[in-house]
């Protein structure tokens, strides 16, 4: 069927534009950041270790919510193709979101008596809050994908994950301090506390957003919920740069596979306390920033195939470095390689799946793409945590994350950068 016709798009609201720029920046780099405070590689490993959590439950940590994120966006992708305007869902949904860690927070420090229950406490505030944002972040991709320009997409989210990491260098500090003045259940309680305030600040920066008309609105799929259900594979089938753009993010979940274990065995090589996680939270956020930039500038002059090149080469430099080094410096030069690459692979992996995918049906092909890349991450971080397990070999890990980097590598060669085709 033809495309309704609608007011301008964009392009001819600069002003509001630049508005709703600065505001998608502040939103995220203010969620994220205040996830520092929790930061999934770093401080939930430990965390759960001290807990009494196993390799399986470490390994998955810094998946957890990412996964989380993109089970439920599968399936609320058809009701979000039938809406023409997407903020009062974004932030309905977005406010549930951020409650478990304010609710995780209260009980950790008034129920001194959590015993085996903290555990599960803290494993599965990210896991609901995932959840839950997982049935808004689908229309807030299309949301932020009408307001935000194609060229300096990778920009803004550049700039997200710079004002990101301003924050989470702080909050390095701050972890450091709770974790040796606080330690135990009140230090926890006090981080989930912290963390809620900015993802708060994060929701209310998102509110000033004004959100624009589509140049066109594309009608979705008619039929029952189950026949969508039966049509995504065909769909997807007919989209083979999509397919091998999959098969490249499985491969290359080498990051996540490597850094559940790096806390662990950097504390464990240097005999350190705890509390150094707060070190690693910081270098690894100086990495971030220079990462970054780079993306911000070689995504707009390249777009995000490159990005993604640059991350894997980078990922299995990081393995080969944290496998070889045993000094304190040498940790903290691995983590902020890891923040360097990681965010390169972020921007990348955003820029070039917005761009492959084809407008008309954009909402339900990357709730497709997050559907398997939740697979791919908790695939990949349950292989390293079953090696782990059997072999209590970090090595082992590494070296696979890094042969996983390089097939990823291979199979981002045969997708074409998609910039200027369409």
């Given at each position: 069927?033809?495309?309704?016709?609608?007011?301008?798009?964009?392009?001819?609201?600069?002003?509001?534009?630049?508005?709703?720029?600065?505001?998608?920046?502040?939103?995220?780099?203010?969620?994220?950041?205040?996830?520092?405070?929790?930061?999934?590689?770093?401080?939930?490993?430990?965390?759960?270790?001290?807990?009494?959590?196993?390799?399986?439950?470490?390994?998955?940590?810094?998946?957890?919510?990412?996964?989380?994120?993109?089970?439920?966006?599968?399936?609320?992708?058809?009701?979000?193709?039938?809406?023409?305007?997407?903020?009062?869902?974004?932030?309905?949904?977005?406010?549930?979101?951020?409650?478990?860690?304010?609710?995780?927070?209260?009980?950790?420090?008034?129920?001194?008596?959590?015993?085996?229950?903290?555990?599960?406490?803290?494993?599965?505030?990210?896991?609901?809050?995932?959840?839950?944002?997982?049935?808004?972040?689908?229309?807030?991709?299309?949301?932020?994908?009408?307001?935000?320009?194609?060229?300096?997409?990778?920009?803004?989210?550049?700039?997200?994950?710079?004002?990101?990491?301003?924050?989470?260098?702080?909050?390095?500090?701050?972890?450091?301090?709770?974790?040796?003045?606080?330690?135990?259940?009140?230090?926890?309680?006090?981080?989930?506390?912290?963390?809620?305030?900015?993802?708060?600040?994060?929701?209310?920066?998102?509110?000033?957003?004004?959100e624009l008309p589509a140049a066109h609105h594309y009608h979705p799929h008619e039929g029952s919920y189950w026949s969508y259900l039966r049509s995504l594979p065909g769909m997807l089938k007919g989209q083979p740069q999509l397919l091998k753009l999959i098969a490249a993010r499985f491969t290359g979940t080498g990051y996540f596979m490597v850094v559940s274990f790096l806390t662990l065995h950097a504390l464990h090589a240097m005999g350190r306390p705890?509390?150094?996680?707060?070190?690693?939270?910081?270098?690894?956020?100086?990495?971030?920033?220079?990462?970054?930039?780079?993306?911000?500038?070689?995504?707009?002059?390249?777009?995000?195939?490159?990005?993604?090149?640059?991350?894997?080469?980078?990922?299995?430099?990081?393995?080969?470095?944290?496998?070889?080094?045993?000094?304190?410096?040498?940790?903290?030069?691995?983590?902020?390689?890891?923040?360097?690459?990681?965010?390169?692979?972020?921007?990348?992996?955003?820029?070039?799946?917005?761009?492959?995918?084809?407008?008309?049906?954009?909402?339900?092909?990357?709730?497709?793409?997050?559907?398997?890349?939740?697979?791919?991450?908790?695939?990949?971080?349950?292989?390293?945590?079953?090696?782990?397990?059997?072999?209590?070999?970090?090595?082992?890990?590494?070296?696979?994350?890094?042969?996983?980097?390089?097939?990823?590598?291979?199979?981002?060669?045969?997708?074409?950068?998609?910039?200027?085709?369409?």
């Amino acid at each position: 069927m033809p495309p309704d016709s609608a007011p301008p798009t964009h392009q001819h609201h600069p002003q509001v534009v630049r508005r709703n720029f600065i505001c998608h920046c502040l939103e995220g780099g203010l969620y994220m950041g205040g996830a520092a405070f929790l930061h999934p590689e770093t401080v939930m490993p430990k965390m759960v270790q001290q807990l009494g959590g196993g390799p399986a439950i470490i390994a998955i940590m810094p998946a957890v919510l990412p996964a989380a994120f993109a089970l439920a966006g599968l399936f609320v992708s058809p009701l979000v193709e039938r809406l023409r305007r997407f903020k009062l869902w974004v932030m309905s949904f977005g406010v549930l979101q951020r409650l478990p860690y304010l609710i995780t927070g209260l009980l950790l420090w008034f129920w001194q008596d959590a015993g085996p229950w903290l555990l599960p406490a803290v494993v599965l505030t990210p896991v609901v809050s995932g959840l839950i944002g997982g049935v808004g972040v689908v229309a807030w991709m299309e949301m932020v994908t009408r307001m935000v320009p194609e060229r300096v997409r990778a920009a803004g989210w550049a700039a997200r994950y710079i004002t990101q990491a301003c924050i989470g260098m702080a909050a390095g500090a701050v972890i450091l301090q709770v974790l040796t003045h606080l330690p135990g259940q009140r230090g926890y309680a006090l981080l989930h506390l912290i963390a809620f305030g900015f993802l708060l600040l994060s929701w209310l920066a998102q509110a000033f957003m004004k959100e624009l008309p589509a140049a066109h609105h594309y009608h979705p799929h008619e039929g029952s919920y189950w026949s969508y259900l039966r049509s995504l594979p065909g769909m997807l089938k007919g989209q083979p740069q999509l397919l091998k753009l999959i098969a490249a993010r499985f491969t290359g979940t080498g990051y996540f596979m490597v850094v559940s274990f790096l806390t662990l065995h950097a504390l464990h090589a240097m005999g350190r306390p705890e509390a150094d996680v707060g070190h690693f939270v910081s270098f690894q956020y100086i990495g971030t920033i220079l990462g970054s930039v780079l993306a911000a500038w070689l995504g707009y002059h390249q777009g995000g195939k490159m990005l993604l090149i640059l991350s894997r080469i980078t990922c299995a430099g990081m393995c080969l470095w944290a496998s070889l080094t045993h000094s304190f410096s040498g940790f903290n030069a691995a983590f902020f390689v890891y923040g360097f690459g990681s965010y390169l692979d972020r921007v990348g992996d955003l820029t070039l799946a917005a761009e492959l995918c084809p407008p008309e049906r954009r909402s339900t092909l990357l709730a497709i793409l997050g559907f398997c890349n939740a697979a791919s991450l908790m695939l990949g971080t349950s292989l390293g945590g079953l090696i782990y397990a059997m072999s209590s070999s970090f090595y082992l890990v590494a070296g696979l994350a890094a042969v996983m980097a390089v097939v990823s590598i291979l199979i981002l060669r045969g997708i074409p950068e998609p910039r200027g085709q369409r």
